[in-house]
């Protein structure tokens, strides 16, 4: 059974960074296709970035395009979402999901997605 585990949230200042992690266990890591959902209370929950089995293919969305970097371990078995320049429009629960895909396969649409992590609080405020 796939499981997906996020860690690193926490409370950051303003202009500051923060690196999430994903880690997948109960599957072959290498097979997935993996992205970062975020959603904020009274909003929908919102792509972030994506990136492909083979690591060479991302999708961002516009309003992180530039700040935030996606990378993946797959020896580790480990997504990461760095991100820097964080503003208070960026507090969010975020979400690793995965999908079984094929090599350079990326999309922002969440129901591509098979599996989700139970997600992790990034809160930005002063």
């Known amino acids: 059974q796939v499981q997906l585990v996020e860690s690193g949230g926490g409370l950051v200042q303003p202009g500051g960074s923060l690196r999430l992690s994903c880690a997948l266990s109960?599957?072959?890591?290498?097979?997935?296709?993996m992205a970062w959902f975020r959603h904020n209370p009274g909003k929908q929950r919102e792509f972030v970035g994506d990136?492909?089995?083979?690591?060479?293919?991302?999708t961002y969305v516009d309003a992180v395009k530039g700040r935030f970097t996606i990378s993946r371990d797959n020896a580790k078995k480990t997504v990461d979402l760095q991100m820097n320049s964080l503003n208070p429009e960026d507090t969010a629960v975020y979400y690793c999901?995965?999908?079984?895909?094929?090599?350079?396969?990326?999309?922002?649409?969440?129901?591509?997605?098979?599996?989700w992590g139970q997600g992790t609080q990034v809160t930005v405020s002063s």
């Open positions: 999901a995965a999908v079984i895909s094929t090599p350079d396969w990326v999309s922002g649409r969440e129901n591509q997605y098979t599996y």
């Open positions: 109960g599957g072959t890591f290498s097979l997935y296709a």
């Open positions: 990136i492909s089995r083979s690591g060479t293919g991302f």
